[in-house]
């Protein structure tokens, strides 16, 4: 296979996802497509046969981040991202030779044809490089699950039970894929490495090994709970710590608890978002809780001592007279106190409550205090700036 028609070759299109699909996505398409087309599943059928080798070679470059990305660019480069137009001649109008190419490159070294080198030297591989194992440890997926709390143990802290139901090595192989008792044996054809490396003038490429599947490992007894693949879906039950004063919609990370890696990789991370319930009485402001306190009017204008409620019992503040409605006194430290000594205070905004029935004494009070009244005017110094306009 040239250079040429490794360019020209759509690997998206083989695997059937699209240029933009995730690493993800792109895994899961090519484990689906190798499990139906392996030669084991379709004996003496060449044509699936031809298939799974097209399908191993387009996940070979497009599982490897680095070598997506020359391959990206190169497609960019030669067609500006669409087909081939006017295809890869020898000569002759619209065309032009990728051996050509790369011979200038080499003629020239970094200089003239060099960025090109770079871009397809990378893919390609030159011969005698190195290739990365494809068995090499790989880092498990993060998980992401909620919980959701009450107000009071997000002001406190709180210990949650929290069942998942994520992938998780399989507990009867231990992850091996082999079935109690029988050991994987290491391929054969690539030698454990995963990968198998093929010449092609003056390039070499790998691809994942088709006899192990990229694994560099044969299971010749699969383990019958996760049929050779080394990991279950399990619901296991975690006991996690909130800690005091998180926020609503804070994520939290458990280091170690996300999906498990392979190849004796680490696990991945598990992050819990916390989704707080409103309380019926108290808000919140950063570190600082809120609470509106109804009050009388008379308490206002004469002054009194009012006591309210807290999260831990209740606390008496002095009102003063002439207090005006709206104003906000503070309770100093019964707000939310956190893992780094800061702690809130208790905000209690003041905002007069006007019955909405009154009997005759009361009425008749109002009224003779009305009466008295009646030189104040509150909205003097209002119309007075209206009137200046």
Known sequence: MSARD?????????LGVSSDASADEIKKAYRKLARELHPDANPGDAKAEARFKAVSEAYGILSDAAKR?????ARRLFAGGGGFPGGFGTGGTGGFDVGD???????????????????LGGLFNRRGGTTASATRPRRGDDVETDVRIDFTEAVRGATVPLRL???????TCAGSGARPGTTPRTCTNCGGAGLVTRSQGAFAFSEPCTDCRGTGRIVDDPCPECGGDGVSTKTRTLTIR???????????????????GRNNGPAGDLYVRVHVNPHPVFGRSGNDLTLTAPVTFPELALGTTLTVPTLDGKVTLRVPAGTASGRVLRAKGKGIAKRDGQVGDLLITLLVQVPDNMDAAAREALEKYAAVTTHHDPRAELNALVEKR
Not at 101 to 119: H, K, P, S, V, Y
Not at 242 to 260: F, M, N, T, Y
């Open 101 to 119: 190419l790369f011979g200038r490159a080499q003629q020239t070294g970094a200089g003239g044809m060099g960025g090109l080198g770079d871009i």
């Open 242 to 260: 909130i800690p005091s004063g998180v926020d609503d919609g804070q994520r939290i990370r458990l280091a170690g608890q996300g999906e498990p």
């Open 6 to 14: 490794w360019i020209e070759k759509d690997f998206y299109r083989e």
């Open 69 to 73: 990305k020359q391959y990206d660019e």
């Open 165 to 171: 139901s994520s992938p998780s090595a399989c507990g």
